[in-house]
């Protein structure tokens, strides 16, 4: 079978069940901008930092293409023959973060993005999974989208910017925190 189908030389695309839409849909866009976000998940378990963590984003990963081909169905199609998301899914983000939080010092401001390539790195994979959570949600203004999608995307954000206060703590890189410039008053 060829890569190339030359079915969307027009600007449009098929979903899972043979509806096609133009290539802007924001269903597209809701997918697109979660393969992004897959993209910058393998980056992440790439980096040296994250040996140890290369099993659970590879598990993170895997949730994603999962969210991927319930975007990329018609409606119907989600509940017949696709993988699901589980409670389990969400709860496992969170007692990583929990684990996360038990060693990393407490957080008493804003931080900015950066510190280490490693650390840059988790914080777009933060952002875009923002993004992608911010399409999801206009996505389901319009129509149905499962409630379990967006859940585990607002945590996939929260478990990201814990990953990158980790992988600050562990490479010993500066995170510095947000110091707001205030106009003095004369």
Known sequence: MKIYTKTGDKGTTSLIGGTRLSKSHVRIEAYGTVDELNAYIGMLRDQPVNTGRRDLLKEIQ????????????EPEQTKKILPDLHEED?????NEMDKIDAFVPPLRSFVLPGGHASVSFGHI????????????IHLREQEEVEDGVIRYL?????????LCRAMT????????AWKPRV???K
């Open 62 to 73: 895997d949730r994603l293409f999962t969210i991927g081909s319930h975007l990329a169905s």
């Open 169 to 176: 703590h562990e490479l010993d890189a500066e995170e510095v």
């Open 183 to 185: 106009i003095s008053q």
């Open 90 to 94: 969400i709860q496992l983000l969170e």
């Open 125 to 136: 994979a933060r952002t875009v999974c923002r993004r992608a959570e911010r399409t999801v």
């Open 154 to 162: 607002n945590r996939l954000s929260d478990y990201l910017f814990m």
